[in-house]
């Protein structure tokens, strides 16, 4: 007899705890590797219970997350595979979108602050100018240039 070919485990439900035996007969439909995939389903979703029920280390997480693996198909392993690459590929694509909006918003907001900066500057130039004061002065104050301050002056009129 194989090691495969009847397996005992408890399994929990509402009733209690009782015995659920598997034994794989000799037809096609109980095939060492159906057989085999079944019990793995089987041991999953009683560890899935179980883990429910009582808290459990991480690394026994990560092992039942093993085993779900070890009891898929060729074709359901590579879905699986495929599921997560999609995953990582949107998380990339967001991380990315929110890093290039952080990066727009910041560049925003500086020049924002720049221009508003200079449009104080302005306004500061065209008061002292109509106080009287010559450009060369203003010009020396404001850190503008003197032919811009002779535009503004152009302008207000």
């Known amino acids: 007899m194989r090691p495969y070919d009847s397996c005992t485990f408890p399994i929990s ?15 096609k439909r109980n095939h060492p590797k159906r057989t085999r ?11 899935g219970k179980i883990s429910k029920q009582f808290p459990i280390a991480p ?5 039942l997350t093993e085993l779900e693996e070890s009891a ?3 074709a359901e392993l590579l879905g699986y595979d495929k599921f997560w690459d999609n995953i990582r590929v949107e998380r990339t694509i ?13 560049k925003g907001i500086a020049e924002g602050k720049a221009q508003g900066e ?8 065209r008061s002292m100018k109509r106080d009287g004061l010559p450009a060369g ?14 535009k503004l002056v152009t302008e207000d009129d």
């Open 137 to 150: 002065t203003i010009a020396r104050y404001t850190g503008l240039a003197a032919e811009d301050i002779e």
């Open 13 to 27: 439900t509402h009733a209690g705890l009782f015995r659920r035996r598997t034994e794989a007969a000799k037809t």
């Open 94 to 106: 967001m991380n990315s979108a929110k890093r290039k909006y952080d990066e727009g918003w910041e």
């Open 72 to 74: 898929f198909t060729e």
């Open 37 to 47: 995939k079944r019990m793995c389903q089987a041991l999953i979703e009683l560890l």
């Open 118 to 125: 200079h449009d104080k500057q302005q306004e500061i130039a």
């Open 59 to 63: 690394q026994v997480n990560k092992a």
